[in-house]
T-cell receptor, first 110, second 116 residues
Framework: ETGVTQSPTHLIKTRGQQVTLRCSSQ?????VSWYQQALGQGPQFIFQ???????GRGNFPPRFSGLQFPNYSSELNVNALELDDSALYLCASSLESEQYFGPGTRLTVT | AQSVTQLDSQVPVFEEAPVELRCNYS??????LFWYVQYPNQGLQLLLK??????LVESINGFEAEFNKSQTSFHLRKPSVHISDTAEYFCAVSEGGYSSASKIIFGSGTRLSIRP
């Protein structure tokens, strides 16, 4: 157990819809990173938040957006869902160096 | 940009046999290398890491990996595997140093399946 929780665990959406995924960081961790893990692939970096500000972004379109709250919990929002957005979405929290991963949210887009 | 290549997508081995999962990286700067394990229906767990110093690093459950700069490799080994080692293993490199601001670049993973 890493102390990082994500909700929901599973989610099914229709193409074109919007989705919000949530991440609760390990206590005191002020940095959160989000990754997308498509089936059969390694996780890919989406973006990172540090003290409520975006602190780096991977090669994902603007319809992927995020928020970090004062308590350091975080949201990942995806608009205009596409079939290829089906994946396991992982968040990881960190304070100094090591990133601690949550169990993920599995999103299926039909 | 840094990248990681895992040469084997699947590795089947018999219980108590040795195993090696191969990983090569590309980087022109100082590297920080990791192996993560993902058990079925779970998130990623850090297995071991190389930051500096001794090129051989070990985990608490018997895995070890050796950083080889000349071959740009960081292969994972275990002399005798157990059924409980069945999982997906990801080699990774940290881009932007090693801090909370780092971005982790993952390989595509190797599925280790253990046969009784």
């Amino acid at each position: 157990e890493t102390g990082v929780t994500q909700s929901p665990t599973h989610l099914i959406k229709t193409r074109g819809q919007q989705v919000t995924l949530r991440c609760s960081s390990q206590s005191g961790h002020n940095t959160v990173s989000w990754y997308q893990q498509a089936l059969g692939q390694g996780p890919q970096f989406i973006f990172q938040y540090y003290r409520e500000e975006e602190n780096g972004r991977g090669n994902f379109p603007p319809r992927f957006s995020g928020l970090q709250f004062p308590n350091y919990s975080s949201e990942l929002n995806v608009n205009a869902l596409e079939l290829d957005d089906s994946a396991l979405y992982l968040c990881a929290s960190s304070l100094e160096s090591e990133q601690y991963f949550g169990p993920g949210t599995r999103l299926t887009v039909t | 940009a840094q990248s990681v290549t895992q040469l084997d997508s699947q590795v089947p081995v018999f219980e108590e046999a040795p195993v090696e999962l191969r990983c090569n990286y590309s980087s022109s700067v100082s590297v920080y290398l990791f192996w993560y394990v993902q058990y079925p229906n779970q998130g990623l767990q850090l297995l071991l890491k190389y930051l500096s110093g001794s090129t051989l690093v070990e985990s608490i459950n018997g895995f070890e990996a050796e950083f080889n700069k000349s071959q740009t490799s960081f292969h994972l080994r275990k002399p005798s595997v157990h059924i409980s080692d069945t999982a997906e293993y990801f080699c990774a490199v940290s881009e932007g140093g090693y801090s909370s601001a780092s971005k982790i670049i993952f390989g595509s993973g190797t599925r280790l399946s253990i046969r009784p």
